[in-house]
């Protein structure tokens, strides 16, 4: 059992990457001090979840499953509200946060990411809107509460998702991205065609290969400037164009950067006892932002920091966009492959496979060809389709 002078486990962050540490490690250690730092109110809620909250009528309270007082009672932990980080000193073993320095034993870094902002021309500039935190979703719902068009920037993942909640709760929405196909970075350029198709056969505009120059307002309405001169007007401007890993803490610290923070497969950064994991962290160098690989990091994380040292080991992990006019789940190849195609009424699959000796290396489902999920992640773990 743990003295009160033991030093804790400071964990900087309380999005899904932090608290599944704390709750991880809590169920391995029921008495080690632990302290999770919060920047905002400290509520728990599922932050995948804002992307299509809109057509379900949840209110940003709706989405919030436990408040900061509940967190602390389930994880015997101290939770810090509304509290920033000004600097970590790794020599000292400490953090300097509102004018107080708190030492650790060991420092957990799940300080998420940041929404990506395009330079961009304009006297509107400053209100173009993104969502990346329960209190941007109530922002954004307090604006849409006079808006009846909406014109989106970016149709990757979050985008496209988007795009399609709004689309499902009536309001007309324009999407523009500089890429050919939506999901560029997921999909095959023939199956980002048969995911467009579907979009617009819910009346989703796309504005595909064209990117936005300007967004000037005029009285109540925007105005957007393409980048081949077309002009949009919208009642409401939403930026959903990626995030970037939040770096800065760290960067100062002296930490090693690569994408996001550099982790080794133990999530252990380029300092002692300092840790990263989550939208934050490049684990072996690959920032990997979606939920699987969050958890199956947490898990591994927690029994490091319960005195097992745990390599994170990734199976294979599908991602899956939310979006009803096109429900898709992707496999993403880790080298390059050939791609081939199968298309009927119901859906459309593409499977990548090593050019030379045919080994399955990832596959895109759209549509009801998701029901051969569970299929194809055995195929390709016997190694062939």
């Not at 709706?62 to 810090?80: E, G, K, N, P, W």
């Amino acid at each position: 059992m743990s003295t009160t002078t033991e030093l804790p486990v400071v964990i900087v962050g309380t999005g899904m990457a932090g608290y599944t540490v704390a709750r991880e490690l809590r169920k391995l250690d029921a008495h080690k001090p632990v302290v999770l730092i919060s920047e905002d109110d400290g509520c728990f809620y599922s932050k995948p979840m804002l992307s299509n909250a809109l057509a379900m009528k949840k209110a940003p309270h709706d989405l919030v499953t436990f408040d900061a007082d509940t967190m602390r009672s389930q994880l015997s932990a101290r939770i810090m509200t509304r509290a920033q980080v000004k600097r970590i000193d790794p020599q000292a073993s400490e953090i300097v946060l509102n004018g107080e320095r708190l030492r650790y034993a060991s420092l957990v870094l799940a300080l998420g990411a940041q929404a990506r902002r395009i330079p961009l021309a304009g006297n509107a500039v400053h209100e173009v809107l993104s969502v990346n935190s329960l209190d941007d979703y109530g922002r954004f719902r307090t604006f849409l509460q006079d808006a009846r068009s909406i014109a989106l920037l970016g149709a990757g993942l979050i985008g496209c998702e988007f795009a399609n909640d709004l689309a499902l709760a009536g309001y007309d929405v324009t999407v523009i991205d500089p890429a050919s196909t939506p999901l560029s970075r997921l999909l095959p350029e023939q199956a980002g065609d048969a995911f467009a198709q579907a979009l617009e056969s819910h009346g989703i505009r796309l504005r595909l290969g064209q990117s936005v120059r300007s967004v000037d307002k005029h009285g109540q309405r925007y105005t957007l400037t393409l980048s081949n001169d077309e002009v949009l007007k919208a009642d409401l401007v939403l930026s959903a164009i990626g995030l970037a890993p939040r770096i800065t803490l760290a960067a100062d610290a002296g930490l090693t950067i690569d994408n996001g923070i550099r982790t080794d497969a133990w999530c252990r950064t380029s300092e002692e006892h300092i840790y990263a994991l989550g939208d934050c962290a490049a684990i072996e160098g690959k920032v990997q932002p979606y939920v699987l690989p969050i958890m199956h990091a947490a898990r591994a994380l927690a029994r490091t920091l319960a005195g097992e040292p745990t390599r994170v080991e990734f199976p294979l992990m599908p991602v899956t966009v939310k979006a009803p006019a096109s429900p898709t789940v992707v496999v993403l190849p880790d080298e390059a492959g050939a791609w081939r195609f199968a298309s009927n009424e119901e859906g459309f699959s593409a499977y990548c496979e090593h050019a030379s000796d045919r080994r399955a290396l990832g596959f895109a489902l759209l549509g009801k060809a998701t029901q051969s999920k569970a299929a194809l992640l055995k195929a390709m773990s016997s190694g062939a389709f």
